[in-house]
């Protein structure tokens, strides 16, 4: 028996002993008090003892979950565990904030199947030292009410202050955690400015999520070194500089890591060329800028700017496909024939010359034969035209697989200089978008199944099979619009393509896009090849991007091995531990970043909405809950209606998914089309309130 398990042998009968205790009962040397310590904090940290009053151990008798934090709006709170999430409500959370690592205790009696509700039991790390929040001041304190992170306030002392002002946003640093009876404390280190103003929440949701758009001056050093560097082509890299390479991207790209190249053969067969942006030569394996990328795990897009995975000087730069200048480069060479059909396929080293930066709206204008842009690029048309034939092809092939295509709109917002919402509209989507889409998806797949087949541990991007339970909820919604998944043991991506096709066209269509996608798993990374549901592939990755995602670095550099040295078992154990842990991490980046994102379009939505108070607007029910209906307009900002502020009565029929006005009777439904007029909009708590119009005298419209 080792010295672990004698100690959780002697606390199982021996419950609350302290550290001297222990080594005495045992008969440790008093040498080993620093190990025995070191030893009860692994034990409490995994979960196997709490510590109690008095500074006592007791085995942990149920099972303890171990996760990190999420405040939800200041309400409550979910814990995330590898395999799982549970709710926390606000008087368990019992003063822990978001990104803390915890212990939580499973309430049985208040849990069932997936879901789980517990309480903290134990904060084993804290998240950040530091909180955003607005500041309240009093005469000798003050107060930082934390936004969307803790449910507890900041103590600030007077002389901790900072010249800060009464309501002002403020960065404030912990240096006291308090405890049951006595409140955090710290001081104020950063001013941001009027909680009110758009630019400055776009400020303190940067530093909240702890994003940056500098590097050290370390990785300046280092990246000084990489430009100085003479470039030396390899005579493994094939040179395809005499090709006519095109990049097609939106108009305010300037990180191009994809280019393209199609030739139809006389025998009507296709050659495309995929050459990927061959960041690898750069970014070395384990150097600063590595392992700066690898902790970012990918570029994040705000409204407003780009927070970059990599320096500008190589993502816009050394890395970035630019016109007219030899770039390195990763190249899947792929034939198909007439039908679409993979006849074989190769990938290696290159080195390529773009002859045209193309945009998105440029392409389309040409394949909708504009004259102007005929004319323009006479000399890449017939190119143009083909791909636009082999892209129908390989889109065919794929919806007729199963693949599902939810082909949603997505919200685009147009600044002015002022960095002010200048207009909202829908992101078109065009052929152009599509080909790309069509290009960069066969080449991911391409990659995959040869890392696969070579039996080398790589990234792949998975998206799993929903479980028969998420079929189930899924069509009790999709009932309600009479439409249903048969046969839930055995599912199929083509199930849900069938139920899109059916509401194609309809008044519903959006919204049953919308459930059906939130019906799904989210996709991410791992080492194992699970393939990917949506896009109804045996095997996917991310090939495609490595300027702004760490995943394809990572694919680039895993193929660069295998098709040159293939590593020796040992080294594979080796990659594939070492990949497991890098998965987990960019998956967590990722969803991070998607959410960010989400929320700085919110935060400029919100503003440019924030005059629009008593305007009338249709709208569609997204959503029903017990307190109000969520309605999204036409250009996609979403509002809820609280039945709170409402002189009417109204009940949630949970069962059937509809909200009842009483002395009416009118029923709400999903899908309904409804108008509304804007009554409040909340910058603060980033919410729009609106009511339902039935005419200009009704009482419904404003009430407060």
Same mark, same amino acid.
């Given at each position: 028996?080792?010295?672990?398990?004698?100690?959780?042998?002697? #606390?199982?009968?021996?419950?609350?002993?302290?550290?001297?205790?222990?080594?005495?009962?045992?008969?440790?040397?008093?040498?080993?008090?620093?190990?025995?310590?070191?030893?009860?904090?692994?034990?409490?940290?995994?979960?196997?003892?709490?510590?109690?009053?008095?500074?006592?151990?007791?085995?942990?008798?149920?099972?303890?979950?171990?996760?990190?934090?999420?405040?939800?709006?200041?309400?409550?709170?979910?814990?995330?565990?590898?395999?799982?999430?549970?709710?926390?409500?606000? *008087?368990?959370?019992?003063?822990?904030?978001?990104?803390?690592?915890?212990?939580? &205790?499973? =309430?049985?009696?208040?849990?069932?199947?997936?879901?789980?509700?517990?309480?903290?039991?134990?904060?084993?790390?804290?998240?950040?030292?530091?909180?955003?929040?607005?500041?309240?001041?009093?005469?000798?304190?003050?107060?930082?009410?934390?936004?969307?992170?803790?449910?507890? =306030?900041?103590?600030?002392?007077?002389?901790?202050?900072? *010249?800060? &002002?009464?309501?002002?946003?403020?960065?404030?640093?912990?240096?006291?955690?308090?405890?049951?009876?006595?409140?955090?404390?710290?001081?104020?280190?950063?001013?941001?400015?009027?909680?009110?103003?758009?630019?400055?929440?776009?400020?303190? $949701?940067?530093?909240?999520?702890?994003?940056?758009?500098?590097?050290?001056?370390?990785?300046?050093?280092?990246?000084?070194?990489?430009?100085?560097?003479?470039?030396?082509?390899? @005579?493994?890299?094939?040179?395809?500089?005499?090709?006519?390479?095109?990049?097609?991207?939106?108009? =305010?790209?300037?990180?191009?890591?994809?280019?393209?190249?199609?030739?139809?053969?006389?025998?009507?067969?296709?050659?495309?060329?995929?050459?990927?942006?061959?960041?690898?030569?750069?970014?070395?394996?384990?150097?600063?800028?590595?392992?700066?990328?690898?902790?970012?795990?990918?570029?994040?897009? $705000?409204?407003?700017?780009?927070?970059?995975?990599?320096?500008?000087?190589?993502?816009?730069?050394?890395?970035?496909?630019?016109?007219?200048? @030899?770039?390195?480069?990763?190249?899947?060479?792929?034939?198909?024939?007439?039908?679409?059909?993979? #006849?074989?396929?190769?990938?290696?080293?290159?080195?390529?010359?773009?002859?045209?930066?193309?945009?998105?709206?440029?392409?389309?204008?040409?394949?909708?034969?504009?004259?102007?842009?005929?004319? *323009?690029?006479?000399?890449?048309?017939?190119? #143009? +035209?083909?791909?636009?034939?082999?892209?129908?092809?390989?889109?065919?092939?794929?919806?007729?697989?199963?693949?599902?295509?939810?082909?949603?709109?997505?919200?685009?917002?147009?600044?002015?200089?002022?960095?002010?919402?200048?207009?909202?509209?829908?992101?078109?989507?065009?052929?152009?978008?599509?080909?790309?889409?069509?290009?960069?998806?066969?080449?991911?797949?391409?990659?995959?199944?040869?890392?696969?087949?070579?039996?080398?541990?790589?990234?792949?991007?998975?998206?799993?099979?929903?479980?028969?339970?998420?079929?189930? &909820?899924?069509?009790?919604? $999709?009932?309600?619009?009479?439409?249903?998944? %048969?046969?839930?043991?055995?599912? %199929?991506?083509?199930?849900?393509?069938?139920?899109?096709?059916?509401?194609?066209?309809?008044?519903?269509?959006?919204?049953?896009?919308?459930?059906?996608?939130?019906?799904?798993?989210?996709?991410?990374?791992?080492?194992?090849?699970?393939? %990917?549901?949506?896009?109804?592939?045996?095997?996917?990755?991310?090939?495609?991007?490595?300027?702004?995602?760490?995943?394809?670095? $990572?694919?680039? *550099?895993?193929?660069?091995?295998?098709?040159? @040295?293939?590593?020796?078992? &040992?080294?594979?154990?080796?990659?594939?531990?070492? #990949?497991?842990?890098?998965?987990? %991490?960019?998956?967590?980046?990722?969803?991070?970043?998607?959410?960010?994102?989400?929320?700085?379009?919110?935060?400029?939505?919100?503003?440019?909405?924030?005059?629009?108070?008593?305007?009338?607007?249709?709208?569609?029910?997204?959503?029903?809950?017990?307190?109000?209906?969520?309605?999204?307009?036409?250009?996609?900002?979403?509002?809820?209606?609280?039945?709170?502020?409402?002189?009417?009565?109204?009940?949630?029929?949970?069962?059937?998914?509809?909200?009842?006005?009483?002395?009416?009777?009118?029923?709400?439904?999903?899908?309904?089309?409804?108008?509304?007029?804007?009554?409040?909009?909340?910058?603060?708590?980033?919410?729009? =309130?609106?009511?339902?119009?039935?005419? +200009?005298?009704?009482?419904?419209?404003?009430?407060?």
């Amino acid at each position: 028996m080792d010295r672990e398990e004698k100690i959780l042998d002697y #606390l199982e009968n021996n419950s609350g002993k302290g550290i001297n205790q222990i080594i005495e009962d045992l008969g440790l040397s008093k040498k080993t008090k620093k190990k025995t310590r070191k030893l009860l904090q692994k034990l409490e940290e995994e979960g196997k003892i709490t510590e109690v009053k008095g500074g006592g151990y007791t085995v942990e008798k149920s099972e303890l979950l171990k996760g990190k934090v999420k405040i939800i709006k200041n309400k409550f709170a979910f814990v995330d565990g590898d395999e799982e999430s549970v709710f926390i409500p606000p *008087r368990k959370i019992n003063g822990a904030m978001t990104d803390d690592i915890v212990l939580v &205790k499973i =309430d049985e009696e208040k849990s069932s199947g997936d879901k789980k509700e517990g309480e903290i039991v134990q904060i084993l790390e804290r998240g950040k030292q530091t909180i955003i929040g607005i500041f309240e001041e009093h005469e000798q304190f003050g107060f930082v009410y934390a936004m969307g992170n803790s449910l507890q =306030d900041i103590y600030v002392n007077r002389r901790n202050f900072n *010249r800060a &002002k009464n309501n002002e946003l403020v960065v404030v640093e912990i240096y006291s955690w308090g405890d049951k009876d006595k409140k955090p404390e710290g001081k104020i280190i950063k001013k941001l400015g009027n909680p009110y103003d758009s630019d400055t929440r776009l400020e303190a $949701l940067i530093l909240e999520k702890g994003y940056t758009e500098d590097f050290s001056s370390e990785i300046k050093k280092e990246l000084a070194v990489i430009k100085n560097k003479k470039e030396e082509v390899s @005579k493994k890299r094939i040179d395809l500089t005499d090709l006519d390479f095109i990049t097609i991207d939106g108009e =305010d790209a300037k990180d191009l890591d994809d280019a393209v190249y199609l030739e139809k053969m006389e025998d009507g067969n296709y050659k495309l060329m995929v050459s990927i942006a061959d960041v690898s030569y750069y970014v070395k394996k384990n150097s600063l800028l590595d392992e700066e990328a690898q902790k970012r795990g990918n570029s994040v897009y $705000l409204v407003d700017r780009v927070i970059p995975m990599l320096p500008r000087e190589l993502s816009n730069g050394l890395c970035s496909l630019n016109q007219g200048e @030899k770039k390195y480069t990763f190249t899947a060479e792929i034939k198909l024939d007439k039908t679409g059909k993979i #006849l074989s396929e190769k990938t290696y080293k290159s080195e390529i010359k773009t002859v045209e930066r193309m945009t998105y709206k440029n392409v389309n204008r040409i394949l909708d034969k504009d004259s102007e842009m005929l004319e *323009r690029y006479q000399e890449i048309v017939g190119m #143009l +035209e083909n791909m636009e034939e082999l892209a129908q092809l390989i889109r065919a092939k794929r919806i007729e697989r199963g693949a599902i295509n939810f082909d949603m709109p997505e919200t685009k917002v147009i600044l002015n200089e002022a960095k002010k919402v200048k207009e909202i509209k829908l992101r078109e989507r065009g052929e152009a978008e599509k080909i790309i889409e069509d290009f960069m998806i066969l080449a991911n797949e391409v990659v995959a199944e040869k890392l696969f087949w070579m039996e080398i541990p790589s990234v792949y991007r998975i998206h799993e099979v929903p479980t028969k339970e998420d079929i189930e &909820k899924l069509n009790m919604t $999709l009932g309600k619009f009479g439409y249903k998944i %048969h046969d839930t043991e055995i599912i %199929h991506p083509g199930k849900y393509q069938k139920i899109l096709k059916q509401a194609e066209n309809t008044e519903t269509e959006l919204l049953i896009r919308k459930v059906m996608l939130r019906s799904l798993q989210q996709a991410k990374y791992a080492v194992e090849n699970l393939g %990917h549901f949506g896009l109804a592939s045996n095997y996917y990755t991310h090939f495609t991007s490595p300027i702004r995602r760490y995943s394809d670095l $990572l694919v680039h *550099r895993i193929l660069g091995e295998a098709i040159g @040295k293939y590593p020796n078992y &040992k080294k594979l154990i080796k990659i594939k531990e070492e #990949l497991k842990e890098v998965t987990n %991490h960019i998956s967590q980046t990722e969803r991070k970043a998607m959410k960010t994102e989400e929320e700085s379009i919110k935060i400029k939505v919100i503003e440019y909405m924030s005059d629009k108070i008593g305007e009338v607007y249709d709208g569609i029910v997204s959503g029903i809950i017990k307190n109000g209906i969520f309605i999204m307009l036409s250009n996609q900002v979403e509002c809820f209606f609280d039945i709170k502020n409402s002189p009417k009565f109204y009940t949630f029929d949970e069962k059937n998914y509809k909200m009842l006005e009483k002395n009416s009777n009118k029923v709400y439904n999903l899908g309904e089309n409804v108008k509304i007029i804007i009554t409040k909009v909340d910058i603060l708590n980033l919410k729009i =309130d609106v009511a339902f119009y039935e005419g +200009e005298n009704n009482g419904e419209n404003y009430s407060k």
